[in-house]
């Protein structure tokens, strides 16, 4: 009963994961999708066919069946439906400053993975990321933006051990990534209905960057402790 109200309560703000006609695809087959996605986009055949008048009718008519669970950064430089060439309904996003992923976020990368039934994860980092300068740089702010930073410092601290003589650009660089495979991290080790669905192999978890200029996307593929996190109960 609890858990039926809960969904209810996310039902209110999330829309109503109806499932439309599409059957749904693997997550190797989602990972591709995307992949041909951002080539479309960086090479200009952008399609765009799913964001005409029809599927924003069929989308509010019969809800979303997204293909993905996305965790991005708030950046206005990396719109993550236009990065994958992606319509309505298409990509099912989170987006907080430096890709993190707290207790509301990692609520619904659950709603999305265990009530939409997305397949795929994917955690975007970006490169020149703000947020992840601010932690390398020691930035000191006021309000909850300390907070920010002190997520994001686990990352800055590893990239630092593995590049001692890093300039700040390798630095950031370096950050970035870590940043990407700590929010992985968190995500894993904060959610165990995320970690029954990517046990059992329905659902897998991906890191990439995207880069500012050329508009690409680097994949990173799986978390490298995945199999060690997902031994937790
Ligand atoms: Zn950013």
Same mark, same amino acid.
């Given at each position: ?10 039902? *209110?703000?999330?829309?109503? #994961? ?5 059957? $749904?695809?693997?997550? =190797?087959?989602?990972?591709? +999708? &995307? ?38 950064? *708030?950046?206005?430089?990396? #719109? ?5 060439? $992606?319509?309505?309904? =298409?990509?099912?996003?989170? +987006? &907080? ?137």
């Amino acid at each position: 009963m609890r858990k039926f109200a809960a969904l209810l309560l996310l039902t *209110s703000f999330v829309v109503c #994961p109806i499932s439309l006609a599409d059957s $749904q695809p693997t997550p =190797d087959e989602v990972l591709t +999708r &995307l992949k041909q996605g951002n080539e479309r986009y960086l090479t200009g055949i952008s399609k765009h066919r799913r964001i005409d008048i029809e599927r924003r009718v069929e989308t509010a008519k019969f809800g979303q069946k997204p293909l993905s669970t996305i965790v991005g950064c *708030s950046d206005s430089r990396v #719109p993550t439906e236009v990065v994958f060439d $992606q319509g309505f309904a =298409d990509v099912f996003v989170v +987006r &907080l400053a430096g890709n993190v992923c707290d207790t509301a976020g990692l609520a619904t990368v659950e709603y999305g993975v265990a009530y939409l039934g997305t397949p795929l994860i994917v955690v975007l980092g970006h490169s020149k990321c703000g947020a992840v300068d601010g932690a390398v740089s020691g930035a000191q702010f006021d309000g909850q933006l300390n907070n920010l930073m002190r997520m994001i410092a686990p990352a800055v601290a590893e990239a630092r051990m593995d590049h001692p003589k890093a300039s700040h650009e390798e630095l950031l660089d370096a950050a970035i990534q870590k940043n990407v495979f700590l929010t992985m991290q968190n995500i894993m080790v904060g959610s165990p209905p995320v970690r029954k669905k990517l046990k059992s192999g329905e659902v897998q978890i991906v890191g990439a960057v995207r880069d500012l200029e050329s508009g690409k996307v680097t994949w990173l593929g799986r978390h490298p402790k995945e199999s060690e996190i997902l031994k937790y109960p």
